[in-house]
């Protein structure tokens, strides 16, 4: 069965650092590999949605890589902002599924300090 | 750009009141989806749903139906609320029809904070 980890749960940097959240999931049997950001109490965004034969996507400061055989996904933040300050999550779509459902990870909590 | 809107920010209810929570999207998605949220859980499906009228059972449907009448809409209803239901309710949607990609984002409202008194 699909896992999806998402380590630290929370993590607090100085603005201006540049940053790595990470993702592992435990079946490379992947459509692709989404990262949400999520501001609180609010719903998810969607950022970045690398598909299984890619190796990595870009959004303005973000980066997010795929690497499947080892069931590794990485989301790069540059030159980080207090704005960036939100919990970031990444889901998987499984190989086998037709209804488009996902399998999240838990989140990493980002602090960016002024 | 999609929209997908929830009826409500914030909802107080007392144990043993049906509740209806509603999400409505505005692009035309086949597949619809029901999610709550909690500290230290993460994500659970409770329902989702690809067509009017058809729906499928996620991870924890325990407690809860959902109605799908209009393709736009996918209710969430909690037929006797209990106190373990105070949540976190996200509804998202997805294109799925043969004109989309395969690979496509879900997209979600901006959620229903629900207390069960």
């Known amino acids: 069965k699909q896992e999806v980890t998402q380590i630290p749960a929370a993590l607090s940097v100085p603005e201006g650092e540049n940053l790595v959240l990470n993702c592992s999931f435990t079946d490379s049997a992947i459509y692709n590999l989404q990262w949400f950001r999520q501001d609180p109490g609010k719903g998810l965004t969607s950022l970045l949605l690398?598909?299984?034969s890619q190796r990595e996507q870009t959004s303005g400061r973000l980066n997010a890589s795929l690497d499947k055989s080892s069931g590794r996904s990485t989301l790069y933040i540059a030159a980080s902002q207090p704005g960036d300050s939100a919990t970031y999550l990444c889901?998987?779509?499984?190989?086998?599924?037709?209804?488009?459902?996902?399998?999240w990870g838990a989140g990493t909590k980002l602090i960016i300090k002024p | 750009d999609v929209k997908v809107t929830q009826s409500s920010r914030y909802l107080v209810k007392r144990t043993g009141e049906k509740v209806f929570l509603e999400c409505v999207q505005d692009m035309d998605h086949e597949n619809m989806f029901w999610y709550r949220q909690d500290p230290g859980l993460g994500l659970r499906l409770i329902y989702f749903?690809?067509?009017?009228?058809?729906?499928e059972k996620g991870d924890i449907p325990e407690g809860y139906s959902v109605s799908r009448e209009k393709k736009e809409r996918f209710s969430l209803i909690l037929e006797s609320a209990s106190t373990n239901q105070t949540s976190m309710y996200l509804c998202?949607?997805?294109?799925?029809?043969?004109?989309?990609?395969?690979?496509?984002?879900?997209?979600f409202g901006d959620g229903t904070r629900l207390s069960i008194l």
């Open positions: 749903s690809y067509d009017v009228k058809m729906k």
């Open positions: 690398i598909q299984s």
């Open positions: 998202a949607s997805v294109r799925t029809g043969r004109m989309a990609r395969s690979n496509q984002p879900q997209h």
């Open positions: 889901a998987v779509r499984p190989l086998e599924d037709s209804n488009y459902q996902l399998i």
